[in-house]
């Protein structure tokens, strides 16, 4: 049996919370998601102006994140024609995400869960996912 960390509600507040904040600060409301471990989403966000049509690619590149364990931009480089990975976005019912926007969440070496933002472009996406992410460290390693 291995005993593994989990990612609790309280934690994945803390994440939205600077999720938000970031997206204040660049000016962008964004959908973002979390998600635990399995990918399974654990809170979600739309904040007033967000788009509608990144709902569901926000929950996407949460589950992306978090199910396999890499940044979708990592997975979105080695899935262009000729790559290994080529394809990949259509796999898991079409949640499988490509866009810059989602990152894994690790506690050590564990996966705990994923974010992913959308409303942006990719880089406004992943920078507003990679200030969850600060947070959640910063509030368990303190």
């Given at each position: 049996?291995?005993?593994?960390?989990?990612?609790?509600?309280?934690?994945?507040?803390?994440?939205?919370?600077?999720?938000?904040?970031?997206?204040?600060?660049?000016?962008?409301?964004?959908?973002?998601?979390?998600?635990?471990?399995?990918?399974?989403?654990?809170?979600?966000?739309?904040?007033?102006?967000?788009?509608?049509?990144?709902?569901?690619?926000?929950?996407?590149?949460?589950?992306?994140?978090?199910?396999?364990?890499?940044?979708?931009?990592?997975y979105g480089e080695i899935s262009v024609p000729g790559k290994p990975a080529f394809g990949i976005n259509t796999s898991n019912q079409g949640k499988?995400?490509?866009?810059?926007?989602?990152?894994?969440?690790?506690?050590?070496?564990?996966?705990?869960?994923?974010?992913?933002?959308?409303?942006?472009?990719?880089?406004?996406?992943?920078?507003?996912?990679?200030a969850g992410v600060d947070a959640f460290k910063a509030h368990i390693y303190q």
């Open positions: 049996m291995k005993m593994v960390p989990k990612l609790t509600l309280s934690d994945a507040q803390v994440i939205m919370q600077a999720c938000i904040e970031e997206a204040e600060v660049i000016g962008v409301d964004m959908d973002i998601a979390i998600t635990d471990d399995s990918g399974n989403l654990l809170i979600f966000q739309r904040m007033d102006n967000a788009r509608i049509t990144s709902i569901d690619i926000s929950i996407g590149k949460s589950f992306t994140a978090s199910a396999a364990r890499k940044s979708t931009r990592a499988f995400s490509i866009v810059a926007g989602g990152l894994p969440i690790f506690a050590g070496d564990d996966i705990v869960g994923g974010v992913g933002c959308s409303s942006g472009t990719p880089d406004q996406d992943e920078i507003v996912a990679l």
